[in-house]
Structures are given as C-alpha cells and as structure tokens.
C-alpha cells in the first residue's frame, strides 16, 4: 500500500457516506486529499477528523454544484491550484430518484444524469490528462447493482448507472495502455442516508460503507498483471 504514498486523490462525493469512508481509508495509506461534496460542515469536519489522525498528508476541500458547469469549471481551477496534479479519482457521488415514469419529469432526467453520468465523464477527461503524462493512473467511479438490473420506480437511476457501467468499461478500454486503470465498482443497497430512501428493504441487512471503502482501496493497489476492473460488491441477505 506504500505506492499510494504522496499520491494525490480526488474524491468526488466526500460528504456522503460511501465517499465519507474512502476518504478516512485512503488517508490511513498516506494519500493527500481533495475532498468534494455539498455541504461544508461535512468536509470541515471530515478534513478535521482525517489531519488530527494523519498531520503528513495535504488535505483540502471544495464545494461543487454538480448540475452548474461554472460551479465544476471553479471547482477544477481551485484543484489545480492547490495540488497541481492527480493521480487518482474517484467518483462517488450520486441522486437517487425512486420515481414512477409517469410522475418523472425531464428535469429530473436530465438533473439526474448530470450529476451521476456527466460529471463523472468531466473529472475523468480532465484529470486522465495528469495520469496519461504520468503513466501511472486509477479512476474509480462507484457504480451500484443497478448497473446491472432494474427495479420498479427506479427508471432515472437504473438508466445512469447503466450508463456511468458502461462510461468505466470504455475508459478501461481506452487508457489502460497509459498505465491507468478504470474501475467500476457497484455495491448493493448500503448503510447511508441514500440507502434509507430504499423502502422495500431491511436497512439492518445493508453493507457496511466501511469495507466497500477498504474493498476499494485493496482493489486499486494491484499494480502488475491482476485486474479486478467491474465488480459488483452483493450482500447476503439472512432474512
């Protein structure tokens, strides 16, 4: 794990709770950190717990309306200004809508796909171009079981986490001879705020956000032939 040493990261999504535990991981294996997110209090505190428990890494922080090209073309200057580079993405921030298809509108269509397919696609446009310089490069973009399947109500978010599948499985295809590494890594549903809108389920039967983020951090750390690039992260569901 000592290659992730002084290596910058991006955390899109920091403030929520699969976002919020990657973070944590990632600075116990001595990475600096941006962290990304919408509410402040949140990534103050985060930023505060992670430098009181590791004082050797850089940490920083920046809000981001993810539905505002402004907001992420400010968001990406302060990046650049205060770290420069990065070597590793990751995207985990997310809307989730369970709508009907008649009581979705194209607004939320749209804001949906903004925020859990086009941003995405942003980040990994302009900080591939670090990584391809480099050589060296991890994408992470946290995807869900409904990358893989539909639900009743769950037309929007079904549709972007398809999408935002098959976005990884391209850039996998397309950077790997730069020596960066696509991932897309989906979860079933998890313990989260998001995962609480999910009221068909038993939430005591969620995962842990904890070891989708250690999941995650072992995942990126092979750095020779093995390649775990699209895994689907299930639950087994005792009840």
């Not at 991006?10 to 116990?28: H, P, Q, T």
């Not at 200057?77 to 997310?94: C, P, Q, S, V, Y």
């Not at 990994?124 to 079981?145: A, H, L, P, Q, Y």
């Not at 842990?208 to 072992?218: D, K, R």
Request: glycine share 8%; charged share 25%; with cysteine.
């Amino acid at each position: 794990m000592k290659k992730f040493q002084n290596k910058n990261c991006l955390i899109v999504g920091a403030s929520g709770g699969i976002g919020n535990e990657i973070a944590k991981k990632m600075s116990e294996l001595d990475c600096n950190l941006f962290l990304v997110g919408t509410n402040k209090n949140k990534l103050s505190a985060l930023k505060k717990e992670i430098t009181n428990k590791n004082k050797t890494i850089k940490v920083e922080y920046g809000l981001v309306d993810l539905t505002d090209d402004q907001s992420i073309n400010n968001l990406i200057k302060k990046i650049r200004k205060e770290f420069g580079t990065i070597d590793i993405l990751i995207n985990t921030a997310g809307l989730f809508i369970v709508k009907s298809l008649q009581n979705s509108s194209i607004q939320e269509f749209d804001e949906c796909f903004r925020i859990n397919v086009r941003a995405p696609f942003i980040f990994c446009k302009e900080f591939s171009k670090d990584m391809k310089k480099r050589g060296w490069g991890r994408i992470v973009n946290i995807g869900s079981s409904s990358s893989y399947n539909g639900f009743k109500n769950g037309t929007m978010y079904c549709a972007t986490k398809h999408s935002l599948l098959g976005l990884s499985r391209a850039l996998f295809a397309e950077l790997k001879e730069y020596g960066i590494r696509t991932y897309c890594i989906s979860p079933g549903s998890t313990k989260t705020k998001m995962g609480r809108l999910s009221k068909d389920q038993n939430f005591e039967t969620f995962l842990n956000p904890n070891e989708i983020a250690e999941y995650v951090a072992f995942v990126i750390s092979f750095d020779k032939e093995l390649i775990s690039e699209e895994v689907k992260l299930n639950r087994i569901k005792m009840e």
